[in-house]
Nanobody, 116 residues
Framework: QVQLVESGGGLVQPGGSLRLSCAAS????????MGWYRQAPGKERELVAT???????NYADSVKGRFTISRDGAKNTVYLQMNSLKPEDTAVYYC??????????WGQGTQVTVSS
């Protein structure tokens, strides 16, 4: 059984910063990809950023230069540092773990609201 527990969401003013964390527990393969996705009201869930165990990263164009994904392999934890937040970043942010390209697990989601 794999569990993903997210934390760090909240309300922030435009231009502010937040840091999301996601801790994975259970049977975790040594090679995997962790990432963040988000879903705004009335929209489909979209990729924000991913990172492999080797450290390769991928970002959505809308967050490049503002968000940074990182991970702590020893803790099976992935982070998302979000800077220069905009109202359009408002969404529920979900953590995702993919193993062997077929086992996919999602966290419960954490709300990020950017508003003045």
């Amino acid at each position: 059984q794999v569990q993903l527990v997210e934390s760090g969401g909240g309300l922030v003013q435009p231009g502010g910063s937040l840091r999301l964390s996601c801790a994975a527990s259970g049977i975790i393969f040594s090679i995997n990809t962790m990432g963040w996705y988000r879903q705004a009201p009335g929209k489909e869930r979209e990729l924000v950023a991913t990172i492999t165990t080797g450290g390769s990263t991928n970002y959505a164009d809308s967050v490049k230069g503002r968000f940074t994904i990182s991970r702590d392999g020893a803790k099976n934890t992935v982070y998302l540092q979000m800077n220069s937040l905009k109202p359009e970043d408002t969404a529920v942010y979900y953590c995702r773990l993919t193993m062997a390209r077929q086992y996919v697990y999602w966290g419960q989601g954490t709300q990020v609201t950017v508003s003045s």
